[in-house]
Structures are given as structure tokens and as C-alpha cells.
């Protein structure tokens, strides 16, 4: 396919317990981002990779929420002792990206992951 | 705060008319402005931009209008179609920033 695929496309788990969300980019896309989006609100930035590296990790709401790209593809985002208001939509998003930002360039995302902690 | 504010929750229009919708921010630092479109179960799908050099964008029935001295910009559909129906999101780039900044979202209902 030839969009950004993130799986599993639903998660259903129990409070205070581990899960992990991943990121399929479009191949070639150097930028990766994850965004977060709570019912009747629009998305909200978590994270964002340049190549291997966490360029902005501003999003992040605390220590349990942590991300990876260990070789600038596929990304992985953990979130450790999950707690019921970690429930929401994650989205994923890549963007042919470089460093220079006035190469205006769209964001395009995934289907999204639905985290349900119960 | 809200740093990029729609603040029509809906909006319903007759199949054929123009759809209009709204968007305000508070940033003046941002200079890149998206529209992305959603439907349920699907994550956003990219209409259109505009970069803050310009006042106005087209492409196709979608038309993107961008007002800087009134931080405001609008997405004009025409004629609009039974497809159009889905929520709207009005998103903001700040210079220098990557990440993207969101409105609440707008639901149009085209009816026919």
C-alpha cells in the first residue's frame, strides 16, 4: 500500500499495563509524527522524528509515553502503566520532510490506532 | 489555550451550494495553514494549503482564503456534493515548527 499503515487498528487493555502502537510511513518519507485526538477534539501533536532522531518531543504528556524510530522507518510508540484518560485515538503522520521548513510539505496520516483502556 | 479555533461545530448545506468554512487563530507566528478532511473511521485525509504569502488558493472546487490582519481563514467548497459530508479540520504550521496545530473540527452534512 502505498499510505502511511498503522496497526493494530484497535487496542482494547486494562489499566496499568504496557502497550505498544506502530507506524508504518509512506517509503521515502523522512518525517514521522504522532498526534493524539480525544473524542470531539482535533488532533494534538505528541512527537515528531527526523530520520532516527525525536527532532520535537514537546507532545509528550509525561514519562510513560516514549518513542522510537530505530531505523528511521517505522516508528513505535510505547505507553507504559496505561491509565483509563490515555484512551483516544493515536494518528500517525509522515511528510517528506527536511530540515528546511519553508519546504511547505502536507502531512499525510494513518487510519489511526483506537486505544481503549479499561 | 487554543491557538487555532473553529468555532462552527456544524454545518449542513443543500447539495449544489457553497459550503463555507471558518477558521481563526491567535498565532501570529504561524505561516502555513492546512485543511484536512475526515471521515468516520479514517484518519485525516490533506485537501489543501495555503502558505501565509498568499491570500488565496484553489484547486479544483476547493478554494482556501486567507485573511493574515484578521488571523482567519475559510475553505470554500463548490458546488458541494453528498461526498463532501465529513468533519473538517483547519490545521496551522508555525515557522520554524514542524508540528501541526488543529482546530476542533467542523461536521458538514450535505444534503440533497
Known amino acids: 500500500g502505498a499510505g502511511v499503515s498503522q496497526t493494530p487498528s484497535n487496542k482494547v487493555t486494562e489499566k496499568g499495563k504496557y502497550v505498544e502502537l506502530r507506524c508504518d510511513p509512506i517509503s521515502g518519507h523522512t518525517a514521522l509524527y504522532w498526534y493524539r485526538q480525544s473524542l470531539g477534539q482535533g488532533p494534538e501533536f505528541l512527537i515528531y522524528f527526523q530520520g532516527t532522531g525525536a527532532a520535537d518531543d514537546s507532545g509528550l504528556p509525561n514519562d510513560r509515553f516514549f518513542a522510537v524510530r530505530p531505523e528511521g522507518s517505522v516508528s513505535t510508540l510505547k505507553i507504559q502503566r496505561t491509565e483509563r484518560g490515555d484512551s483516544a485515538v493515536y494518528l500517525c503522520?509522515?511528510?517528506?520532510?527536511?530540515?528546511?521548513?519553508?519546504?511547505?510539505?502536507?502531512?499525510?496520516f494513518g487510519d489511526g490506532t483506537r486505544l481503549s483502556i479499561l | 489555550d487554543q491557538q487555532v479555533k473553529q468555532n462552527s461545530p456544524s454545518l449542513s448545506v443543500q447539495e449544489g451550494r457553497i459550503s463555507i468554512l471558518n477558521c481563526d487563530y491567535t498565532?501570529?507566528?504561524?505561516?502555513?495553514f492546512l485543511w484536512y478532511k475526515k471521515y468516520p473511521a479514517e484518519g485525516p485525509t490533506f485537501l489543501i494549503s495555503i502558505s501565509s504569502i498568499k491570500d488565496k488558493n484553489e484547486d479544483g472546487r476547493f478554494t482556501v482564503f486567507l485573511n493574515k490582519s484578521a488571523k482567519h481563514l475559510s475553505l470554500h467548497i463548490v458546488p458541494s456534493q453528498p461526498g463532501d459530508s465529513a468533519v473538517y479540520f483547519c490545521a496551522a504550521r508555525a515557522e520554524g515548527a514542524q508540528k501541526l496545530v488543529f482546530g476542533q473540527g467542523t461536521r458538514l452534512t450535505i444534503n440533497p
Open positions: 503522520a509522515s511528510s517528506p520532510r527536511t530540515e528546511d521548513s519553508h519546504s511547505n510539505q502536507p502531512q499525510h
Open positions: 498565532n501570529s507566528m504561524f505561516d502555513y
